[in-house]
DNA sequence: TTGTATGCGTTATCAG
DNA sequence: CTGATAACGCATACAA
């Protein structure tokens, strides 16, 4: 069953203009046309209200000037942002994006790297965890916060150094007893150096730290728990704490408040990502804010670039430390 | 310049399994075929790796199996929470997504409505905010919180019934002088009806009220002059305020505790869409929220709909309240 | 039920 | 610089 609305098509252009269709193509694309030709053929779309058509192109060429992205869903604001800046950094080269969301599910993953080449996608951005996953050969695939091999372009914040930098703020911020808390998959990724980072700095300034880390399918009162081991008298042993997430920082606060600790007076708190409320106010949490603009760009322009053995295999952007009202400073 | 990684084709398929190229597409679209034949295929299918290519399919029926949504951006909550419950709409019906980010710019408005025809996307679901923005004939086009004419389908959130909500709900705890602030484009949209609802049901229940409402291109600090101006001895008159959305709900806070007014207990507020916490957490502030699943759902159903003439040209969803702290109860 | 053949709208290759 | 024409991969009407 066939849409009956298909418009004018090149060879509708040409007759009314009385040229041939190779010239309608070559005035569409703005090829190089003697002029009369050209104004020939531009009357003649406007006659006929002529609206080019991509399927045709992307069947001639194999090109769609799309590419898809995957990512787990919209409704975790940090995946919201990244989603934002990749669009917008696609649009300005001309560029479609086909949204895919996984909701963290393995095989889903899988389906949509297996639809997206049905789709001819141009390229492929993917933040995935599934740990089996094999990245296809013949597409450009770019990945964000998860290395997989030297032939796939990892693009990451400066987890370590982020881990590192918290550190430090909390220690210039007077903190004398630190921890820190994440929960995420058990995978290797990316983002669990932000923990690396936390400890060698922690180790170098003579910081004492403990770390409490999650599984997935732990449940968050673990959390509960580990901090109330660390309570005596109504005060909390730690002074500070870094968390993985921004996420898991404000239910981590939520608890604090609960034993009538006070934020930021009793412990401080640092975050990452660099969430704000509404997505353009003050940040949630003091943080360290990843660089979603540059990560979304440096995605783009590697996914697209034309060769992608000339890309480093491990790109890792700067973060900085933003203030969110839950430290001092 | 085509690209090189084009690999088998269902011709190639046909030959490979000594069938027929129209057996082979009738394999892959899951047609009546002889089981043996579905066998031979499937094999063949399997030892070449043959990839089902899209392009050819969407030129020949006309058909991308895509919907364009177009919406500002993703940075707002409310929109990312759109952005993913169509998404997911959509994915349940096999169809892709194809986003367009607005930024509220009322050429790019028309210039995506251009090229998702271009793209030959099989509907358009929009969220627009140009006042002569003209809506093509020829492609199922669903709009949300916007009526333009019946004939061209709205969906929306019940906003006048959600501002009626709002008053009651403030009533009902105790508040004795309320007022209702929004800021937004002069377009009257079905947003604009949260005022009407809201003012009908304080007329009724005799409850005194005001309303400030500025344009898009005023300052926030006109709210502040008309709060300032309505603050006596350290009070402010108004004991309960209704707001237009979250957002502003949470800068109308910020700006009341910055006058030490206590909220809820000197002041409770209100917003409106349901925003929540890292998107899935606890509500931002008491709100009166948008089902916005079943928006997505009722948007998709509508757009994919085979004659939109029957369908209705407003679509209302109920809203519900939320508490989220703000109010005392 | 399966095979054959045509055309969807475009680009690209040749000749002129 | 322009015109004519052959693909691109697939769905489908028609023939067998």
Redesign the pocket.
Known sequence: ??KER?GP???DVAREA?????????V??GE???D??REKVNAAIRRLGYR??N???A????RTNTIAFIIPNTINPYFALLVHHINVALEKRNYRMMLCFTDYDKDREIEFIRMAQQNRVDGIIALTYNPSLSIPEDIPFVTIDRFFSVSVPCIAADNFGGGALAARKLKECGCRNVAFMRIGSALTNEPSKRRDGFISACVEMGLPFEIKALEDNQSFSEFENFLSGHMHGGKLDFDGLFIGTDSLAWSIIKVLKKWNLRVPEDVQVIGFDGIRMFGDQECVVSTIAQPVQEIAETCVTTVLSRDLSSVPSLICLPVRYEFGGTTKG
Chains 1, 2 share one sequence.
Not at 18 to 26: C, H, P
Not at 59 to 62: A, E, F, G, P, Q
């Open positions: 069953m066939p298909s098509t090149m060879a009385g040229v041939a269709l190779g010239t309608v193509s070559r569409v694309n190089q046309v003697g009369e030709f080019y058509n399927s045709g192109r069947l001639r060429t194999d």
